[in-house]
């Protein structure tokens, strides 16, 4: 049996979630460095990630359930699907990791300074089509 890396992840929590999906369509997956790079973070970018493997024979399979995972829109609290507000696309990037702006200048600063991983960023959709970064509306 013969193993290939499907995707890499860098918080444990979305590779579990795919991981999860993914056998529960009956494709057989295998967590790689979950453990490492749980204990520190910063191990993340020496081991290259958390990888999800499977079998080679599978690999038609979970790409098309990735597929079908990514192209799903997200819907906010009232199941109204959430869209780009400046070009109406569905097609987002969830929980996109932004330092735009004064706070996030500053931080990449300090952190490189300091060699510390960074303290602040904001969790945003960025969409696919123009790269804008928003918040959802409440």
Request: hydrophobic content about 40%; proline content about 4%.
């Amino acid at each position: 049996m013969r193993l290939i890396t499907l995707k890499t992840f860098d918080n444990s929590i979305e590779a579990n979630l795919l991981r999860s999906k993914l056998e529960s369509e009956g494709v057989l997956c295998f967590l790689f460095d979950e453990n490492m790079v749980s204990l520190n973070p910063l191990y993340n970018l020496t081991l290259g990630g958390i990888k999800l493997k499977i079998r080679e024979a599978d690999a038609q399979k979970a790409l098309q359930i990735i597929e079908e995972v990514e192209t799903t829109p997200f819907t906010d609290e009232q199941d109204r699907q959430v869209r780009c507000p400046v070009c109406q696309s569905t097609q987002l990037y969830s929980d996109f990791k932004s330092m735009k702006g004064l706070k996030g200048v500053f931080t990449a600063i300090v952190s490189f300074l300091l060699f510390v991983f960074p303290f602040y960023y904001k969790s945003v959709y960025k969409c696919r089509q123009c790269n804008a970064e928003f918040r959802p509306a409440k």
